[in-house]
């Protein structure tokens, strides 16, 4: 069946700096969707991925879906406090059905 | 609109008792998927239920199981509660269609279930 691995499980960031995770998919998707999960709270949506070799930003966040459609990449520029949380992509089948990556746990130093 | 809810927040229950936990989608949405979490496995797809069939069905075992009502509200039962049932239990609704294809999802709070 379908695997979603996300990598890294863990990112430290110091304020200010780069980070990107992955999201790999052992099948090709039809859609890709992120979310961002605050300690303590519910999954929020981010975005979804359709095409082939999309990119898509929002802010200072930018996502991509790779050109075979089993991949995908979130990265995030001059890391803030504010993105704090653990952030999850979620690769959608041909029927409509979700499998959710673990997750990046990413922890923001000042 | 208001967001998704869900009832109750916090449950404790003992091994082998069994649980209902409640879900109201937003407004127009018509389909309703269940997940769990937990630290070590993350977000586990349980079911989707749309227009009251459940569309969509994860690797759970027989003890869960879930039902949709006309009014688009949604249930989640496990029977013979086990203590690795311990988990976030998430609803989340989405503006899903007829056809077959993964729309966003909008998470509830999520019930935490204890099994002791």
């Known amino acids: ?110 | 609109k208001a967001g998704v809810t869900q009832t109750p927040r916090y449950l404790i229950k003992t091994r082998g008792q069994q649980v209902t936990l409640s879900c109201s989608p937003i407004s127009g949405h018509r389909s309703v998927s269940w997940y769990q979490q937990t630290p070590g496995q993350g977000l586990q797809f349980l079911f989707e239920y749309f227009s009251e069939t459940q569309r969509n069905k994860g690797n759970f075992p027989g003890r869960f199981s879930g039902r949709q009502f006309s009014n688009s509200r949604s249930e989640m039962n496990v029977s013979t509660l086990e203590l690795g049932d311990s988990a976030l239990y998430l609803c989340a609704s989405s503006p899903g269609l007829a056809d077959r294809r993964s729309y966003e999802q909008y998470f509830g709070p999520g019930t935490r279930l204890t099994v002791t």
């Open chain 1, 1 to 110: 069946g379908q695997q979603v691995m996300q990598i890294p499980q863990y990112q430290h960031v110091q304020e200010g700096e780069d980070f990107t995770t992955y999201c790999n998919s052992s099948t090709t998707l039809s859609n890709i969707q992120w979310y961002k999960q605050r300690p303590g709270g519910h999954p929020v949506f981010l975005i979804q991925l359709v095409k082939s070799g999309e990119v898509k930003k929002q802010k200072r966040l930018t996502f991509q879906f790779g050109e075979a459609k089993k991949n995908s990449s979130l990265h995030i520029t001059a890391t803030q406090t504010t993105d704090v949380g653990t952030y999850f992509c979620a690769g959608g089948d041909s029927w409509g059905k979700l499998q959710f990556g673990a997750g990046t746990q990413v922890v923001v130093t000042p």
